[in-house]
């Protein structure tokens, strides 16, 4: 869809008249005494988190931020293809595709080799690799994914909104309070810059830190960000301009001999642009002078590095600079003395890094998207509060390979282009390589947790290869049984915080009483040891905790559901209704099994975590595995 044709406005294209896109301020209410779970920070990782916990009725989550409103323009622009595959949990990964530029090839120009002060096309390459994933990298205004989050959250039964307006003073943790060992104390604010000193504290089970790289929740606890710059500035700047560059609709990278690079970002709507653009280096501990720093310094600069081609900029709707730096806090959580954490960090608040890579809001979303599903359950008593531990463990593993990543990446576009005048400068062609070297690290795929009582060993990992043991389930297409719907496996992943648990059937007759899946199904269903009877609390739904489904190889219409397990179709609700949405059968065109090396003959069972990611490959018979597996991480509520 085509839209800011006539100027940037914020809010929903959908909705013609810009004026009727305006929300209504937030309401000025005080904050609660007590709740389960503070949120400081309404950037991507925050809302993500508040998200994710309205889900469930049970928890009281409070979220704040220091600004007045809702953010409306600017910040980051490119949502991975891993972070589709989260939006798609909440229900709102269609909107986001249809609103969004798709990302399909990237063009890389270097110094004209004739004439090295003109810059010439050098090779163009698809975005994301074939099967990488069901969903595609898109460019969306950082703002429109805040506005969807924030209707999750007020659609949610809890009906969760921000509290505006509310700088954060301090945080205090008593343990001796098993109650509420967390304080917070908030100053309110009259707008952004101002505050009437009014003082308002929360005491809460837990508190999270989603405020940015300055970030008060992380300063109360001790920690501070630690690392590196490469005293370089950028700047960046959305455009509505008219230009006789060729790829202004393509993906960019542009390594100019003299004047510095530029990446090209096409924004949603097919006529905005983002341009991210290499200034002058800077000294030692020096910062960019942003009092001097126009927007018509960046224009020039563009300007500059792509000639021979010109670019008349029309509309500026946002801009910044910024100085690229990897820095990584010494802790993701409060705990130490092997006491549970209470107090914990996400996004910007422990790890910085440059945005050219786009990693900042999808890596950011990515921790609490891991974080939201441990809170849920140790705070509905379905696991012991050791499990939160798990969280630091895993994402500062996975925070510190990114910075690592993007440092090299920094480096490399910010480096000259190799010449004979310049032989220590970058190769474009080692350029290109590193950028399609690091394409699943790029799209979010490219993630594997380390083994933990969360994640299983890889004993049986033969009989699953394509689904690896700590990486996120890789969807393949379905065919619903009960309405014969082409699916996508994976989109059973609702953000619901349950587990899933797959059987992938292998060659026997699914009618018959020895069928491995009927077995199981039936283990599942009725017996002491199953952890479907043993942790699914007394009045829930069956599939409320440990959700189990079932694929067949037997083509859908060859598949009578009177033969199958009736577990695979639970009665549920206020009503006992049946559900239906449990049985799936391979797609004739493009085969689960074969995508996905899952064993034909023995198949298999697949545990996914509520974030997505595998925890375990298990035989059809590993009804004793399973058992133990779910016994190391969950607890009977």
């Known amino acids: 869809m085509q839209f800011h044709l006539n100027g940037y406005n914020p809010g929903d294209p959908r909705i013609v008249d810009p004026i009727d896109r305006v929300i209504p301020p937030p309401l000025k209410r005080p904050l609660p005494a007590h709740c389960d779970v503070m949120i400081v920070g309404c950037g991507p990782a925050g809302l993500n988190l508040a998200a994710q916990l309205s889900q469930f009725s049970d928890i009281h989550t409070v979220i704040t931020d220091l600004k007045d409103d809702r ?16 939006f798609q949990a909440y229900g709102f990964a269609d909107q986001v595709i249809q609103e969004a530029y798709g990302v399909n090839e990237v063009a890389f120009w270097k110094p004209d080799p004739d004439d090295p002060s003109r810059i010439a096309r050098n090779s163009k390459i698809d975005d994301v690799a074939e099967d990488l994933s069901e969903m595609p990298h898109v460019i969306i205004n950082q703002a429109r994914i805040h506005d969807h989050f924030l209707s999750v959250m007020k659609n949610s039964a809890t009906k969760t909104e921000p509290y505006y307006s509310r700088k954060l003073i301090d945080v205090v943790i008593d343990h001796s309070n098993t109650d509420y060992p967390v304080t917070l104390t908030f100053e309110r ?32 606890i001790g920690h501070e960000l630690i690392g590196d710059a490469l005293n370089q500035a950028w700047g960046v700047m959305d455009i509505l301009a008219i230009t006789d560059f060729p790829d202004i609709r393509l993906k960019a990278a542009i390594q100019s001999i003299n004047e510095g690079n530029l990446l090209i970002i096409p924004r949603e709507g097919g006529f905005m642009v983002r341009m991210y653009i290499e200034l002058d280096k800077l000294k030692q ?5 942003r009092e001097n720093m126009t927007v018509d310094v960046l224009i020039k600069a563009a300007n500059r590095i792509m000639a021979p081609y010109t670019l008349d900029v029309k509309e500026v709707p ?13 802790a993701f959580d409060n705990s130490q003395n092997e006491e549970s954490p209470r107090v914990f960090l996400a996004g910007d608040a422990c790890h910085t890094h440059s945005p050219k890579a786009g990693q900042g809001l999808n890596t950011s979303v990515m921790d609490t998207w891991n974080l939201g599903w441990k809170l849920a359950h140790v705070l509905m008593d379905r696991a012991p509060q050791a499990l939160l531990s798990t969280y630091s463990a895993e994402r500062s593993d996975i925070a510190k390979k990114l910075i690592d990543f993007d440092r090299e990446w920094s480096k490399m576009f910010s480096t000259k282009p190799k010449t004979k005048d310049n032989p220590d400068g970058v190769d474009p062609a080692e350029f290109q390589k590193y950028f399609e070297l690091f394409a699943r690290f790029t799209a979010g795929v490219g993630i594997q947790y380390q083994s933990s009582v969360i994640v299983g060993e890889g004993t049986y990992q033969h009989l699953a290869a394509g689904q690896p043991i700590g990486q996120r389930f890789h969807s393949a297409p379905v065919i619903r049984h009960g309405d014969a719907k082409p699916v996508q496996l994976g989109h059973c992943h609702t953000a619901n915080g349950a ?8 060659s026997d007759d699914p009618s018959s009483e020895s069928c491995r899946v009927r077995k199981l199904a039936d283990f599942l269903a009725s017996d002491p040891d199953s952890p479907v009877v043993k942790y699914t609390p007394d009045g829930a739904d069956i599939d409320s905790v440990i959700d189990f489904r079932a694929v067949y190889q037997t083509p859908h219409r060859g598949l009578e559901r009177t033969v199958v397990h009736p577990f695979l179709t639970p009665t549920k609700g206020r009503l006992e209704l049946k559900d239906y949405e449990k049985i799936f059968c391979v797609n004739d065109y493009k085969n689960i099994y074969e995508m996905r090396g899952i064993n034909k003959i023995d198949g298999c069972i697949v545990v996914v975590r509520p974030d997505q990611y595998v925890a375990t490959v298990l035989p059809l018979t590993g009804q004793k595995e399973l058992t133990t597996f779910f016994s190391r991480c969950l607890t009977v509520a």
């Open 499 to 506: 587990w899933r648990v797959y059987a992938f059937a292998g």
């Open 189 to 220: 604010a009259i707008t952004h810059s101002q505050f009437n000193r009014e003082v308002e504290t929360v005491k809460c089970k837990y508190a999270v830190g989603c405020d940015g790289a300055r970030s008060q929740v992380r300063k109360s």
């Open 318 to 330: 946002w801009w910044s600079v910024y100085e690229i730096g990897q820095r990584l806090t010494t």
């Open 71 to 86: 953010l409306t323009v600017g910040q980051a622009d490119g949502m991975a293809c891993r972070t589709l595959e989260m």
């Open 285 to 289: 501990d020096e910062r960019v002078d």
